[in-house]
């Protein structure tokens, strides 16, 4: 089976390429299980639940963020209006699962394809040059010890190329894939690991690449030359769709294969 996992989604300039090309890359490569990080979606902090509705329309099965997924405060209602064993789309967008207990949502999502194949999607958030959270190490040990699916994708949202690269060696074998994603630059490592679990250290936002990381350049220059603060705003130059295209074995979850993906307009 193939799976797509598209990387964050900054501001109106990524939901836009990504609007442009989802749908015929989807059909084009037969995915039968697409999730999307939508970290950075609502004007590159933070994600409201109108813009979580935009991506589940585009065909998104399950729905990833990270450490700005409390920036829009409406978002925790949206997150809390259905049970834990719901399948509705609320329930299918997660929020690192590494988070202090009690936090509205969830870090894991278990489901079915339309084809039939249960798979398992999983958010984890770094702790290295991040605000604190639980260990990410073990609470991947603590959530596959009750997934029973063996198509497995994991987003793990974290700022240290060794902590992602860490990871990827802690699961290889356990689960279909590692992702990385939180930095907005794709990274060029995506491999096969021994184990049958396929890595890439960041698969890079989908958003505009003429800016810093996803930020108009004038206003972070600005914060690097002067030291002075200023409001950060999404830039919208050259904006490019970045993802990463698996192929696994649906009975036993091992990759056969992974695609670096960089579309634009």
């Not at 290889?172 to 992702?179: E, I, N, P, S």
Request: glycine fraction near 10%; proline fraction near 5%.
């Amino acid at each position: 089976m193939n799976i797509l996992f598209v990387g964050d989604i900054f501001g109106s300039a990524g939901r836009r390429i990504v609007r442009e090309h989802i749908g015929h890359f989807r059909a084009a490569h037969k995915v039968e299980l697409l999730v999307v990080n939508v970290e950075n979606a609502a004007g590159g902090f933070g994600v409201t639940p109108q813009i979580c509705e935009e991506v589940f329309n585009l065909g998104a099965d399950v729905l990833t963020t990270g450490n700005h997924i409390w920036d829009k405060r409406e978002l925790c209602d949206y997150l809390n209006s259905v049970p834990a064993d719901s399948h509705d789309r609320p329930r299918r967008v997660l929020r690192p699962a590494n988070f202090q207990p009690n936090l509205p949502g969830h870090g894991v999502y278990e489901g079915t394809t339309t084809n039939g194949i249960p798979y398992a999607v999983l958010n984890l958030q770094g702790r290295v040059f991040m605000s604190n959270t639980n260990d990410p190490f073990h609470a991947a040990n603590d959530l596959l010890a009750n997934i029973k699916a063996k198509v497995i994708l994991l987003d793990f949202h974290a700022e240290a190329t060794s902590e992602k690269v860490a990871m990827g060696w802690h699961l290889d074998g356990r689960v279909t894939a590692v992702l990385g994603t939180h930095t907005h630059i794709p990274t060029a490592d995506e491999r096969i690991l021994p184990g049958g679990t396929a890595y890439q250290t960041d698969v890079g936002m989908s958003g505009p690449y003429d800016s810093v990381i996803g930020v108009e350049r004038d206003l972070v220059l600005h914060r690097f030359l002067t030291g002075m603060p200023g409001k950060f705003e999404a830039a919208k130059g050259n904006p490019k769709m970045c993802a990463a295209l698996v192929t696994c074995d649906e009975t036993t979850g091992r990759a056969s294969a992974i695609q670096r993906i960089m579309l634009g307009e």
